[in-house]
T-cell receptor, first 117, second 111 residues
Framework: EAGVTQFPSHSVIEKGQTVTLRCDPISGHDNLYWYRRVMGKEIKFLLHFVKESKQDESGMPNNRFLAERTGGTYSTLKVQPAELEDSGVYFC???????????????FGPGTRLTVT | QKEVEQDPGPLSVPEGAIVSLNCTYSNSAFQYFMWYRQYSRKGPELLMYTYSSGNKEDGRFTAQVDKSSKYISLFIRDSQPSDSATYLCAMKNFGNEKLTFGTGTRLTIIP
């Protein structure tokens, strides 16, 4: 079974440009998450989709970030316009099913490394 | 103050040694405690999770949670070079799927 895939693996853009990151979750996973790790910092939560609905977007840093999940399948994260501080690794994760004890195991993709110059 | 504190290392130990990795946290609402392993250029992979306080063992790995001290640990016995990776602790509340991570500890096992 294929894992979580992300595209592109690496993107280099100039400040002010737009970038769109894509995530394909594991087939059948209704829950999809975006996280981000900036240099030297911890991985931080951005938002959580359940199917096509945003369940929790408390971690989105500002309105330059737009996440969508059309049809409840793949998701995109658009940054427009990009700023220098947006550089980092963007991880997508997906989950389905409740592990004993009442939580979901989140499976992470390899990440997209974004560099804004 | 960060919600989760983790020594970033790096930590280098000889093969066969026992490794101890730790995190402290400040949010008493955390109920689920995870350890993830991340190899270079890969995404985090769940190693173990524990609900509330107590110990959990899986092969060479043991996770411990002490909620009274807000302190969690991961022990690796008979460490192998293939254990070389970054180890991240992560935590979450009950009913909320948002994970809060530590910065990760980079571990190298020397053959």
């Amino acid at each position: 079974e294929a894992g979580v895939t992300q595209f592109p693996s690496h993107s280099v853009i100039e400040k002010g440009q737009t970038v769109t990151l894509r995530c394909d979750p594991i087939s059948g996973h209704d829950n999809l998450y975006w996280y981000r790790r900036v240099m030297g910092k911890e991985i931080k939560f951005l938002l959580h989709f359940v199917k096509e609905s945003k369940q929790d977007e408390s971690g989105m840093p500002n309105n330059r970030f737009l996440a969508e999940r059309t049809g409840g399948t793949y998701s995109t994260l658009k940054v427009q316009p990009a700023e220098l501080e947006d550089s980092g690794v963007y991880f997508c994760a997906s989950s389905q099913g409740v592990v004993a004890g009442g939580t979901y195991e989140q499976y992470f993709g390899p990440g997209t490394r974004l560099t804004v110059t | 103050q960060k919600e989760v504190e983790q020594d970033p290392g790096p930590l280098s130990v000889p093969e066969g040694a026992i490794v101890s990795l730790n995190c402290t946290y400040s949010n008493s609402a955390f109920q689920y405690f995870m350890w993830y392993r991340q190899y270079s250029r890969k995404g985090p992979e769940l190693l173990m999770y524990t609900y509330s306080s107590g110990n959990k063992e899986d092969g060479r790995f043991t996770a411990q949670v002490d909620k009274s001290s807000k302190y969690i640990s991961l022990f690796i016995r008979d460490s192998q070079p293939s254990d070389s990776a970054t180890y991240l602790c992560a935590m979450k509340n009950f009913g909320n799927e948002k994970l809060t991570f530590g910065t990760g500890t980079r571990l190298t096992i020397i053959p």
